[in-house]
């Protein structure tokens, strides 16, 4: 009903640069908030950043100042720029979208995208 397509992962050397992106579709009421988050080996899913649908940035200590993350509303898209990278930044990234949708009701819910590995060179 709903999907979440990402796009923009790969490899890069530390210090590079990467912008990831991520689009809401489907049975879509509104948009609320969206973010990233991010899964290395062997350790658990962390919140990276995530933006409200008023533009309220939330972002972990680990990215802040390197990562910006900002929004579309009208493309029901999120995106994150990833500058400064580091080794530690390799992880798979999965955007996040908490929607409102109406079918005669409205109802809140929530989806994940596939994912999409970045991985960052030393």
């Known amino acids: 009903q709903v999907k979440l397509v990402e796009s923009g992962g790969g490899l890069v050397q530390a210090g590079g640069s990467l912008r990831l992106s991520c689009a809401a579709s489907g049975s879509i009421f509104r948009v609320n908030t969206m ?3 991010r899964q290395a080996p062997g350790k658990q899913r ?3 950043a995530d933006i409200t649908s008023g ?3 939330n972002y972990a200590d680990s990215v802040k100042g390197r990562f910006t993350v900002s929004r579309d509303n009208a493309k029901n898209t999120v995106y994150l720029q990833m500058n ?3 080794p530690e930044d390799t992880a798979v990234y999965c955007c996040k979208a908490d929607v409102t ?3 005669g ?3 809140n819910a929530r989806y994940w995208g596939q994912g ?3 991985t960052v060179s030393s």
């Open 35 to 37: 973010g990233w988050y």
């Open 46 to 48: 962390e919140l990276v």
């Open 55 to 57: 533009n309220y940035t």
């Open 84 to 86: 400064s990278l580091k």
């Open 101 to 103: 949708i109406y079918t």
């Open 105 to 107: 009701a409205y109802y």
């Open 116 to 118: 999409t590995q970045v």
